[in-house]
C-alpha cells in the first residue's frame, strides 16, 4: 500500500489548511486510518482515526479544532485544522491499518505554524 500526504507548508496562526491522504488501495480494504504527527524532539503522537465499527477519535489537543474525513470514491483521507498554534508545528503522517493488522505509513508532511 502507498500513502501520499500532501497540504502541509508555513501556515500563520489561526489559519486553516486541509492535508490530504492518497491510497493506493481501496479505502474498504482498511479497517482504520488515521493522522498522527511528530514534532521536533517528540514522539510521534495520534492526532485522529477513523476505525471501522468504532468510529472517530481525536487527541485532547486538537477536539474541536481539526476534523479527520475521507472520501471513499477518491480513495483519499483528509484532516482540516482549523485555529493552528505554533504548537501544532510538527510533520503530519497518514497512516492505515488493513484487514490484517499490517500498518502502512505515508511519507509525511510538515505543518510550520508561524507568523
Known amino acids: 500500500v502507498q500513502l501520499q500526504a500532501s497540504g502541509g507548508g508555513l501556515v500563520q496562526p489561526g489559519g486553516s489548511p486541509r492535508l490530504s491522504c492518497v491510497t493506493s488501495r481501496t479505502i474498504y480494504s482498511f479497517n482504520s486510518m488515521g493522522w498522527y504527527r511528530q514534532a521536533p524532539g517528540k514522539q510521534r503522537e495520534l492526532v485522529a482515526t477513523i476505525t471501522s465499527g468504532v468510529g472517530i477519535n481525536y487527541a485532547d489537543s486538537v477536539k474541536g479544532r481539526f476534523t479527520v474525513s475521507r472520501d471513499n470514491p477518491k480513495n483519499t483521507m483528509y484532516l482540516q485544522m482549523n485555529s493552528l498554534k505554533p504548537e501544532d508545528t510538527a510533520v503530519y503522517y497518514c497512516?492505515?491499518?488493513?484487514?490484517?493488522?499490517?500498518?502502512?505509513w505515508g511519507q509525511g508532511t510538515l505543518v510550520t505554524v508561524s507568523s
Open positions: 497512516r492505515v491499518d488493513d484487514l490484517y493488522g499490517f500498518q502502512y
